[in-house]
């Protein structure tokens, strides 16, 4: 039976790194090559020995795709295609293969300048893996070879992250990535058509989740940026430079309007030219509002919220401030933050994850003592506020998605020592499909029943209606005789005539013939004679002819008897039947020996 | 208005929210077929007090779940175990279930109890006082108190009325209350034999109603489905201390939904809930002992505001933190699960 074998890689027990390798139709693919933040070793990295222990990736897969442009997604990339080694082509939609570089050598920078580490990946590798790019569309069918194509769907959660189709013949797997599946204030839901993938892959940890409201966690980030203005502080909130940070401006834009506030906003110059930047090109990746807004107007022309200057940062009163980078490991945020940290009134709202060695990552873990360069310490006085906006979906959402997609098989990613036996069940029950949960390094196969499409032709098919009886049926099928031709990437189903003359064969005709020897004194003619009354006389329903040429038929059996040369008492009866009637001949000699030498031929045979 | 506020949905309502430990509660669905009953493990956020602002984590987190084959209308942890007790509702036998164990996500049925009477309207009420037994009925002529391990009873209330149930809880180790629909409320010492203190209804203020009791720290308050609430001391039932006509929608309760309950952290502070999309908290300290209408001290009104269904949306349940003063939970038909601490205004 054919099979789909999934393998999830990945360091360590925990999900983090997202590396899945997927088996289909002889095709070999790797879904995401993401980075585990949490260790410093090479448990960081997915573990690429389970493909080949050593040698380059590049013949053991036919290619490597990317879900979207977090560092748990793609971290390892680089590593993965220059350092172990990979060729072949990666797959991304074009805002992650915009954006993907850039989050790469920050993070670089950060691991290699910050911590100083040594065997890490260099600018030059990341340049020269993203030249192995190439970009996906939405809802595109992507050729990757005669018989690997893939497709990729809205998966909401980031700008650009996209759920992917893989498909090979009539096989196919989805893969989810990180999705959302109720739109945001910049991005709409994941969505995908009932495409029937024989697998449907997605993380556990959605299906295990209940998410608190997003309404909820926007009434904490503004009562917390209220509190702040209101006693006169001032609020830095380190961004990328899109994604997180147009939600937040159109939040409190709104807020601001609706409070009648009078505190400045302001965005860090640069901020504002990527962003536009950005959204210019991938304005489809957005959702419906973003659009009719940028089509209006500037994506940063708020009333509320102006461009920032160096200078302000120095003013005296409340005011808010977004700044890049978003890991306060550098440049503008950073400087916003020296200055402003030893003043309890003021405040940092963090709204991501901050990678090890930031100083984003610092003050996440609590710490109040920074050592800055030049051996000067900073006090941390102002409040630290740690928010995550990041869109996912949950244990409703999986299910919403599984009723979108209605696949076959289900499996999850987890990676936790836990068994989890309850959502399998739910899983199970719910849809009545199977619920795959493989471990890291763990195979999961999967049994598919593919089916192959065959064309039948008209005449064949009149032919077969031509025979009579009851029209067939799913619950009774009908047997039916016709020649299989496969032609070029075509099946079909033809009648045999059809297909001698289509493949230009001639037809052969295959004749069988045996001997059985008869004592019998009659004469050659008189014995035939009592065979074909015998038979006639037995075998009732079935065409007996005796013919003038000496013969008798048997349906399409021929009966000849001839005398042995030496005794002509010794009778040779010489039967000889086409290929075409074997199962009847079969029946019939059964029938023709037990007469022939039956008592009552016998008697017959003296008496006479 | 609110110190912390969580808003979650579940894929189906639940009409219970019992705390299986200090960070996790089950919750389960009450519909006709097959229902889920899960255990969820509050947001981290929720208990980080000291650095609060450094949890980003706002989260249920599904720990165990389970499939029951009826509706669930009362579910109880039995303390100082992992096991909780079902009822659905339609018999008034109860369900054994083991949360986890095993390194496993599965909340599994390992038993029954059986109940005094096979057939009974409303369903039963469950107490658990200790890890090993059950106090547990439907009406007042059938309450039982059974031996977990071994199903064997171990007391039984005599009563010479039927009246259904509508609360049972212990008040001490031994000494239970039975609150009934009627109003009467039965107090009976498990040690001994002797019949139980019957202390009928109070006078209603709205003709023909239907009451619920809570018992606390030595105070019992009795709610009519008409609104009216009356606060007595366990010791002299018979008498009131207070009473007060409350600010509810008392045309559309539904009895089923109907919670009032004292807050076990804060003093003469009752919550009460099922008889709109809101959580009413009332204290009742300043109630008097002549009718009067008293206001809310606080509403929470989330559900009603934030539900997305167009049929009216009832609270089903809710239940106070043991410990931090003004956290509760609540629970919605629309399948809302929501966990608030509220801010005293008259406080501030």
């Known amino acids: 039976m054919p099979e789909i074998k999934v393998t999830p890689l990945g360091a360590g027990q925990d999900v983090g790194r997202s590396c899945i390798l997927v088996s289909i ?32 990736l590049t013949e053991f897969l036919d290619c490597v795709i990317i879900s979207h442009f977090h560092l748990d997604h793609c971290g390892a990339l680089p590593f993965m295609s220059e350092m172990v080694g990979y060729d072949g082509p990666i797959y991304m939609t074009h805002p992650t293969k915009a954006i993907c570089p850039i989050l790469l050598e920050d993070f670089r920078k950060i691991t290699v300048d910050k911590k100083g580490e040594t065997n890490f990946f260099t600018s030059q590798m990341i340049k020269d893996c993203m030249k192995k790019v190439v970009p996906l569309n939405l809802h595109q069918t992507v050729q990757v070879d005669d018989e690997l194509e893939i497709k990729a769907y809205y998966a909401g959660h980031v700008l650009g992250a996209a759920m992917v189709q893989i498909k090979v013949g009539s096989e196919s797997v989805v893969y989810t990535g990180d999705y959302n599946m109720t739109p945001d204030r910049h991005l709409g839901a994941a969505w995908i058509d009932k495409c029937r993938p024989d697998i449907l892959i997605s993380e556990s940890t959605y299906a295990t989740t209940i998410r608190d409201s997003k309404r909820c966690r926007e009434r904490d980030f503004l009562k917390k940026v209220h509190e702040s203005i209101e006693r006169g502080g001032k609020v830095l909130i380190p961004v990328f430079a899109l994604g997180r940070a147009q939600e937040l401006c159109i939040l409190l834009e709104t807020f601001w309007e609706r409070m009648n506030l009078k505190a400045p906003i302001y965005f860090s110059t640069g901020l504002t030219e990527k962003a536009n930047h950005y959204y210019k090109l991938f304005i489809t990746w957005t959702n419906q509002k973003i659009r009719k807004t940028f089509v209006q107007r500037n994506m940063f022309e708020f009333k509320h919220i102006k461009a920032f200057d160096r200078s302000y940062a120095d003013n005296p009163g409340p005011m808010v401030v977004f700044a890049t980078p978003g890991m306060l490991h ?79 098989n289900m499996l999850l990613v987890h990676g936790e020592a836990v068994k989890m036996e309850f959502l399998k069940g739910k899983i199970e029950q719910e849809f009545s499909i199977d619920c795959h949960m493989p471990a890291n390094g763990e195979t999961a196969t999967v049994t598919t029943n593919p089916s192959v499409p065959v064309d039948i032709s008209l005449n064949l098919l009149k032919r077969e209606m031509a025979l009579g009886g009851p029209l067939p049926d799913p619950k009774k099928p009908r047997t039916m005789h016709g020649t299989l031709i496969m032609k070029e990437n075509s099946l079909k189903l033809v009648s045999s005539e059809q297909a001698l003359k289509e493949l230009g064969l001639n037809e052969h005709q295959l004749r069988f013939t045996c001997r059985v020897q008869l004592q019998d004194p009659h004469s050659d003619p008189d014995t035939l004679n009592r065979i074909y009354t015998h038979l006639k006389s037995v075998l009732k329903g079935y065409t007996i002819q005796h013919l003038p040429d000496g013969t008798v038929m048997v349906e399409s059996i021929v009966i000849k008897v001839s005398s042995s040369a030496e005794d002509t008492s010794t009778k040779v009866l010489l039967l000889s039947w086409s290929y075409q009637d074997d199962v009847f001949f079969c029946f019939f000699f059964v029938s023709f020996l037990s007469l022939i030498f039956s008592k009552q031929w016998l008697r017959d045979s003296i008496d006479s | 208005m609110y110190k912390d506020l969580h808003v979650y949905q579940l894929e189906h309502p639940t009409q ?42 706002r989260d249920f987190k599904v720990v165990h779940g389970g499939f029951a084959e009826g509706p669930v209308c009362c579910l109880r942890h039995v303390p100082g175990t992992r096991c909780v007790v079902t009822n659905d509702g339609l018999s008034s036998d109860l369900q054994v279930w083991t949360v986890g164990g095993d390194d496993s996500d599965v909340i599994r049925r390992t038993g029954s109890v059986k109940g005094r009477r096979s057939v009974s309207e409303g369903g039963s009420r469950i107490a658990a006082p200790l890890s090993s037994q059950l106090l547990h009925g439907a009406r007042s002529s059938d309450v039982q108190l059974t031996q977990l391990t071994s199903g064997q009873i171990l007391y039984t209330l005599e009563t010479d009325s039927a009246d259904p149930l509508s609360s049972l809880q212990f008040v001490s180790d031994t000494v239970f209350l039975a609150g009934c629909c009627n109003g009467n409320v039965y107090i009976a010492d498990t040690r001994t034999s002797a019949a139980p203190q019957l202390s009928p209804g109070p006078a209603a203020w709205g003709g023909s109603v239907l009451w619920w009791t809570d018992a606390s720290a030595g ?62 908290i009332y204290k009742t300290s300043v109630w008097g002992t002549e009718r009067q209408d008293v206001q809310p001290l606080f509403e929470h009104r989330g559900h009603a505001v934030s539900s997305q269904s167009d049929d009216d949306v009832f609270v089903t349940a809710h239940v106070w933190h043991p410990e931090r003063p003004r956290t509760l939970l609540s629970a919605a038909s629309d399948g809302s699960v929501h966990v608030w601490d509220w801010v005293d205004q008259s406080e501030l």
């Open chain 2, 219 to 280: 105070r019992v308050i009795r709610l009519s489905s008409s609104g009216q609430a009356v606060v007595s001391d366990l010791r002299d039932l018979g008498e009131a201390v207070s009473w007060a006509q409350l600010d509810v929608q008392s045309h559309r309760c539904n009895p089923d939904d109907v919670r009032v309950s004292w807050a076990p952290a804060l003093d003469n502070c009752i919550a009460v809930s099922g008889f709109s999309g809101a959580v009413q």
């Open chain 1, 25 to 56: 139709g002889g095709k070999n693919i790797m879904l995401d090559c993401g980075m585990h933040m949490g260790y410093n070793d090479d448990r960081r990295f997915p573990d690429f020995s389970y493909i080949t222990q050593n040698g380059r």
């Open chain 1, 330 to 408: 550098a440049g503008q945020s950073l400087q916003i933050f020296k200055k402003w940290a030893g003043n309890e009134k003021n405040m940092v709202i963090m709204p991501g994850y901050c990678v090890q060695g930031t100083i984003g990552h610092k003050i996440l873990n609590g710490q109040r003592k920074l050592e800055m360069e030049g051996r000067s310490t900073l006090d941390v006085k102002l409040q630290v506020e740690y928010m995550s906006f990041s869109a996912h979906a949950d244990a409703k959402g999986i299910m919403q998605l599984i009723r979108m997609a209605e696949p076959r």
């Open chain 2, 16 to 57: 219970v929210i019992e705390w299986t430990s200090g960070r996790t509660v089950c919750v389960a669905g009450y519909s006709s077929s097959k229902n889920e009953i899960l255990e969820l493990h509050l947001p981290l956020k929720l208990f980080a007090d000291e650095n609060k602002g450094l949890c980003a984590e």
